[in-house]
């Protein structure tokens, strides 16, 4: 048997390892390279949250027989021992039927001290708890007596049998190993893979803004797991209404994880006010956080970091000013919208649990109906 399980992780692996490059291969242009307009500040060279340096992203995708349709996303701040080395964080709630774990403390402290998982809703214990694994086994973590595992979720429940809890602490551990800088896989993969958006198939998606060297230089990437309903909304053109799917017509309730990482040096507060600027990216897309929608931003930087423990009672650290923030904020707000729309770009029809089939967005007819608009 363990020899069984080790093969199974080893091909989980190599998938992983390959799966940005699949995701590329089949998802075609995105929406940006087929000329659809996301605001006016220039992007990273990825386009992807993992254009903040050091920025790294795992993913494992569980797409087994009729009705697996589901996985895990891991985002980790930096290289090091996140727990010894904690980075500044805030955390914003938009709406908040959902089932994040880890807010408490990131409110009360300012801190994240695990890298944060995506994944579904009945799935959030056994992620927290491979964190919570991962962070005991790390070197230099010998004496800690007390974690807060951050993990965020959506509901996949339609496409997905979530009721058979079939993400492990194993495929988190192993999202957590093959966490990766450069291209991020989009649309139907990780903790995207059963998500349904606007009543298409949604998915995960990222985007980045670098802000001109007269701004500061610095860079705001985004990652975001679609699950959400509303009106979409496409460069102000009402594509839900051209298409028949919005709220109030059809059930279109859900979520939204937001997750932004910047290079820029904030403390807790200006990062909480930057969170709430990636709920606008999404209010912009046509978001109406519903009654049933888990709607959070976790906003990090990567800019400086806090340790555990210190000789010092005092933190020194240089942040900028109020009054230099703004950039950011028009940033955050573009790449998170991008990155929205990424998820639906990248995002394919799929078929899953109980038959329950969901149609990916109509790309060449939204791209028509755009270029018309102009």
């Known amino acids: 048997m363990e020899a069984l399980q080790s093969r ?17 291969a089949q998802s075609g242009q995105r929406p940006r390279e087929l000329g659809v307009r996301f605001g006016v500040i220039p992007t990273g060279p990825l386009n992807a949250i993992t254009d903040v340096a050091g920025v790294r992203v795992g993913q494992v995708t569980l797409h087994t027989g009729s009705d697996v349709r589901t996985g895990v996303t891991a985002i980790l701040p930096h290289a090091g021992n996140q727990f010894q080395q904690k980075s500044p964080a805030a955390i914003y709630i938009g709406n908040g039927f959902g089932k994040l774990s880890g807010y408490s403390q ?54 997905n049998d979530i009721r058979g809890r079939h993400v492990t602490r194993q495929h988190v551990l192993e ?108 209010a912009q897309t046509g978001g109406i956080a519903s009654n049933g929608s888990g709607d959070y931003v976790i906003a990090v930087s990567t800019a400086y ?21 703004s950039p950011l904020f028009m940033a955050a707000i573009e790449a998170t919208e991008e990155a929205i729309i990424n998820s639906l770009f990248a995002a394919q029809t799929m078929v899953g649990h109980q038959g329950h089939r969901v149609e990916a967005l109509p790309k060449q007819q939204v791209i028509d109906w755009l270029k018309k608009a102009r």
């Open 8 to 24: 199974h992780y080893c091909w989980t692996a190599i998938l992983v390892f390959l799966l940005p490059v699949l995701v590329s």
């Open 106 to 159: 990131v409110e009360e402290l300012g801190t994240l001290e695990t890298p944060i998982v995506l994944t579904n809703t009945l799935s959030v214990p056994a992620a927290a708890d491979a964190l919570i694994e991962y962070t005991l086994m790390q070197s230099g973590n010998e004496a800690v007596r007390s974690v807060n595992a951050v993990v965020g979720e959506t509901n996949d429940g339609y496409l």
């Open 175 to 282: 999202a957590l190993r093959q966490a990766q800088s450069g291209p991020v896989g989009e649309g139907n993969v990780g903790a995207g893979t059963g998500t349904v958006c606007f009543g298409f198939k949604g998915g995960i998606g990222t985007s980045s803004r670098r802000l001109p060297a007269t701004l500061g230089g610095y860079t705001v990437g985004v990652l975001v797991q679609t699950n959400f309903g509303g009106v979409l909304e496409i460069d102000g053109v009402p594509v839900g209404v051209k298409l028949g799917k919005y709220n109030f017509r059809e059930d279109l309730d859900g979520s939204c994880m937001m997750v932004v990482m910047t290079d820029a040096p904030l403390d807790a507060r200006n990062l909480k006010r930057l969170a709430k600027r990636a709920f606008m990216g999404m």
């Open 305 to 325: 970091r806090i340790p555990h423990e210190s000789r010092s009672s005092l933190d020194t650290t240089a942040l900028l000013r109020n009054d230099n923030v």
